[in-house]
């Protein structure tokens, strides 16, 4: 039985944690993601029962380390993220994205040495962009020594109530004792920083334990509320091809006549390579950008005219809602990734970071400038998924984005394509320019390359999308 003062403790945490959480939902100051990890018997699921007890469970949410079969069609973080909670609420993940490094040590060693330090590398990145995002990242580690944990392992076999509580893997894991720390503090070593540390709590004692991961918990959802915000560490990215310019013109327009002739060919070849065999164990992102009136929705329609409408979706992208705002920039990004074999096709992007969100004073300095190495790892993680990541700048001249705003305008037919933001937007139209050209310089990759496309002749536009598109797929399934 717990003594007078144990149970003095809880209650007092209990109360100040469920104030807290009202205060946090109230003020939608930040979310809170409760990582933890531990050894077999350690009390990680009695924590977290304990923790769902003192709080309200409508807003909170738990996730378990196995990876369901949706998961693994899409890229290793994609559960992650598809499961972060907005701010005000909490999600507690048992090992969370540090599943697959720990699985990866001690079921594949001799990829681990290999893979071991890229994977930690993209935690460490993704914890700092969380931090910078407003989700406050709690990291757990509960210890039991190998005595104690046989002890319990036993008792909870004996019973017939709690015998199912004991998995072949909980079996598995506690016949490898010593290994399994080992994985486990290595992991926590090389991942403990100043701003994002692990605690390590001694699970032999019951009730302590949950007081030390709530008390854990109080203190992140008091700096949440102060809304202290830790500036992520930019990372580098490296640089392995040479950026297009912007031009908006073509040196050679297309007849009427050659340009049917082409698209008919394009649009045959690509619908043969999106049913190939092959192209079902990978999938491809396309992402459009460019000024208003570039032509960005005659280029997609030339697209899908060749696709099976089951295989692709076309994503278009706008003012972020009250939803998506709650969550990372990224966030709405990672879930509209298509599975394998699949197409997405985004009007407008991620990209909107470095673009509108700079140009038109929408976001911090800071913000932007870090987006830059954090886009290139999302596009990284897509590329080693085996999706084909292609990005198309669509350049249009001033003056024939004019006259194609005029003729929409005019146009009772096309003027709802029109609205005052077009114009607003306008008026920032050499800033659009600058911006755009940093962002292809920072963001032209090997795996996610960047292409011009000079958008003032339709025809020619459309033309080299599809020429783009077909060749990249093509390589792609050599």
Not at 454 to 476: P, Y
């Amino acid at each position: 039985m717990p003594d007078t003062t144990t149970a003095s403790a809880e209650t007092e945490l209990r109360d100040a944690l469920l104030d807290l959480q009202r205060q946090l939902r109230e003020q939608r100051a930040c979310a809170v993601a409760l990582i933890v990890i531990g050894m077999p018997a350690a009390g990680r699921s009695e924590v977290v029962n304990q923790l769902l007890g003192w709080l309200d469970p409508k807003h909170v949410t738990v996730h378990a380390s196995e990876p369901g079969p949706l998961s693994k069609r899409y890229p290793p973080l994609w559960r992650y993220w598809s499961a972060l909670p907005p701010r005000g609420e909490l999600g507690i993940y048992f090992l969370g994205w540090y599943d697959d490094y720990v699985r990866c040590q001690l079921l594949k060693p001799e990829q681990a040495r290999a893979r071991g330090p890229r994977m930690l590398e993209r935690i460490r990145q993704l914890e700092a962009m969380l931090l910078a995002d407003r989700v406050r990242v709690l990291k757990v580690y509960l210890h039991v020594d190998r005595k104690l944990q046989r002890q319990r392992l036993a008792e909870l076999r004996a019973r017939k109530r709690t015998r199912w509580r004991v998995t072949d893997e909980d079996r598995w894991l506690a016949k490898r004792y010593q290994r399994v720390r080992r994985v486990m503090q290595q992991c926590v070593r090389l991942t403990h920083t100043k701003s994002l540390p692990w605690h390590l709590i001694d699970g032999a004692d019951e009730q302590q334990r949950a007081l030390a991961v709530g008390e854990l918990l109080r203190k992140q959802f008091q700096a949440g509320l102060q809304r202290r915000r830790i500036a992520a560490q930019p990372w580098q990215t490296s640089k392995d091809t040479p950026s297009p310019a912007v031009a908006s013109a073509p040196d050679q327009p297309l007849s009427e006549d050659d340009y049917r002739k082409e698209l008919n060919q394009l649009q045959g070849r690509l619908a043969l390579l999106v049913r190939k065999s092959r192209f079902g164990k990978r999938g491809a992102v396309l992402a459009f950008e460019g000024m208003d009136a570039a032509g960005k929705g005659g280029v997609i329609r030339r697209i899908t005219e060749a696709l099976d409408a089951r295989q692709y979706q076309v994503v278009p992208v706008s003012a972020p809602t009250p939803e998506e705002l709650a969550h990372p920039y990224l966030w709405r990004f990672w879930r509209r990734l298509p599975e394998r074999g699949d197409i997405a096709i985004f009007d407008r992007s991620w990209y909107g970071r470095v673009l509108v969100e700079r140009v038109r004073d929408l976001t911090a300095d800071v913000d932007w400038q870090r987006a830059y190495a954090e886009i290139c790892e999302f596009e990284l993680q897509l590329a080693e998924a085996g999706r084909v990541v292609l990005k198309f700048w669509m350049a249009v001249g001033k003056d024939e984005q004019l006259a194609r705003l005029e003729q929409r305008a005019n146009d009772p037919l096309k003027r709802f394509k029109v609205d005052p933001e077009d114009w607003a937007n306008r008026r920032f139209f050499d800033e659009y320019q600058v911006a755009a050209r940093e962002m292809m310089e920072r963001t032209h990759t090997e795996y996610a390359p960047w292409t011009l496309i000079e958008a003032d002749d339709k025809r020619h536009a459309r033309v080299k999308v599809l020429r783009t598109v077909v060749a990249a797929l093509e390589r792609s399934m050599r």
